[in-house]
Nanobody, 115 residues
Framework: QVQLVESGGGLVQPGGSLRLSCAAS??????????MGWYRQAPGKQRELVAQ???????NYGDAVKGRFTISRDNAKDMVYLQMNSLKSEDTAVYYC???????WGQGTQVTVSS
């Protein structure tokens, strides 16, 4: 049974950085072949794509975060990361880890950007 657990959220000032982590389990030895993604949902808004990474390590980003966020993965540890730099107040949201091929979501981690 696939499980995704996010961590690393918190309160940060505008211009600051945070690194989110997603610990994946239940893939057996096959985590490396699965694409993974990060989504976010702000209050009153629809959930939106933040970043995705393929099994080959190729990444794509939502327009709002291009040039500021970086997605990466460690297949030896079944982990996915989201490095967030130059954070803005509009980045405030609950961030979710996603496995698109299996349809699994994590419980989310809150990121609040405020002075």
């Amino acid at each position: 049974q696939v499980q995704l657990v996010e961590s690393g959220g918190g309160l940060v000032q505008p211009g600051g950085s945070l690194r989110l982590s997603c610990a994946a389990s239940g893939f057996g030895n096959n985590f490396r072949i699965h694409p993974m993604g990060w989504y976010r949902q702000a209050p009153g808004k629809q959930r939106e794509l933040v970043a995705q990474i393929t099994s080959a390590g190729n990444a794509n980003y939502g327009d709002a975060v291009k040039g500021r966020f970086t997605i990466s993965r460690d297949n030896a540890k079944d982990m996915v990361y989201l490095q967030m730099n130059s954070l803005k107040s509009e980045d405030t949201a609950v961030y979710y880890c996603n496995s698109p091929r299996t349809g699994n979501w994590g419980q989310g981690t809150q990121v609040t950007v405020s002075s």
